[in-house]
């Protein structure tokens, strides 16, 4: 099961409000369900395979308008042999669909919500409810990017939407797609809040918890990769350190270096793969005086220096 079935599943086992209800409803019917003209009457058909989602608009339809939906079941050969549940309600006056803001218009359907839907201050979060159980999906945040989107049938529907998630401190775009007016959220934190505002507080936990242990694994990935790098580099520059150091024993002699820079030897020798942050902390055992990290770095970068110079002369 998808976590976006899993979601929905448990949206549609909220108790609600009358008003709260209508609203959801609403949001359903505008953006999920097809009206026709037939026989002088309008037919409201929702097609869905959710036994819940049948459940919520029988429900629905009843105590709000006082109207029996019919339904219709299709077979489908596909390979997961669900079956197609057609949700039927003719509205004879209009009356439903205008409660619901949904004109009839030169047989064409304009679809405009009335803000008298939004009776409370839970009706917002019922519309959008309602929008993502109709034509919303989400991400498993287990297995990809963080991204939660409601596909809108036209640009007015996803304004409005666009228009409540800012009511909620959200930060939603829209993108037009062949599918539709796109409406999506793709920080992490907006989707938490959305399933808080929607009231799916089982996903909104399991979805937290699947975003701390990928945060939590990207961090400690973040780590390990810096560590890594850090021994290579320091690999690498105590190779270049031993190399320069066997150019000058070879070529030069340690009688005329400095003390400074016998001493760099001496631990640099003595313990060829210690950071300089490593050397410092054993110079005060191997030389009797503490030599910081600072003082290090120069006099190894005097001896690459001189190394340097041997070879050009050489050459």
Not at 81 to 104: A, H, M, Q, T
Not at 151 to 156: F, G, K
Not at 178 to 204: C, H, M, Q, R
Not at 262 to 287: C, F, G, N, Q
Request: with cysteine; net charge positive; proline share 2%.
């Amino acid at each position: 099961m998808s976590f976006t079935r899993d979601v929905k599943n448990e949206l549609l086992t909220l108790e609600l409000s009358p008003c709260c209800a209508k609203a959801q409803l609403a949001a359903i019917i505008a953006l999920g369900a097809n009206v026709y003209l037939s026989n002088k009457q309008f037919k409201i058909e929702y097609r869905t395979t959710s036994l819940a989602m049948i459940r919520f608009l029988v429900s629905a339809f009843k105590q709000t308008f006082g109207k029996n939906a019919e339904i219709l079941i299709k077979e489908r050969n596909q390979l997961d042999y669900r079956k197609v549940y057609y949700v039927v309600v003719w509205d004879e006056d209009g009356l439903i669909l205008n409660e619901l803001g949904i004109d009839f218009f030169q047989k064409q359907i304009k679809k405009t919500t009335p803000t008298t839907l939004f009776s409370c201050d839970g009706c917002k979060n019922s519309y959008l409810r309602g929008a993502f159980l109709a034509k919303g999906s989400l991400n498993d945040p287990n297995k990809s990017n963080y991204h939660l989107e409601i596909v809108c049938q036209n640009e007015d529907e996803a304004n409005l939407i666009n228009s409540l998630l800012e009511d909620f401190s959200l930060d939603p775009k829209i993108i037009n797609r062949p599918k539709g007016y796109v409406v999506y959220l793709k920080k992490s934190e907006n989707i938490g809040d959305f399933l808080k505002i929607v009231e799916a507080t089982n996903s909104l936990f399991a979805f937290e918890d699947a975003r701390i242990k990928r945060d939590l694994s990207n961090s400690i990935n973040r780590v390990i990769n810096c560590d890594l790098a850090n021994t290579t580099r320091t690999i690498q520059s105590a190779q270049k350190q031993l190399s320069s150091i066997k150019i000058i024993e070879e070529q030069l002699g340690y009688e005329k270096l400095p003390t400074r820079l016998m001493e760099a030897i001496i631990l640099r020798t003595t313990y060829p793969d210690y950071s300089l942050a490593e050397l410092s902390e054993v110079s005060e055992e191997v030389l009797g005086r503490t030599i910081s990290k600072s003082a290090l770095n120069h006099c190894f970068r005097s001896i690459n220096d001189l190394a340097e110079r041997i070879k050009k002369n050489k050459s």
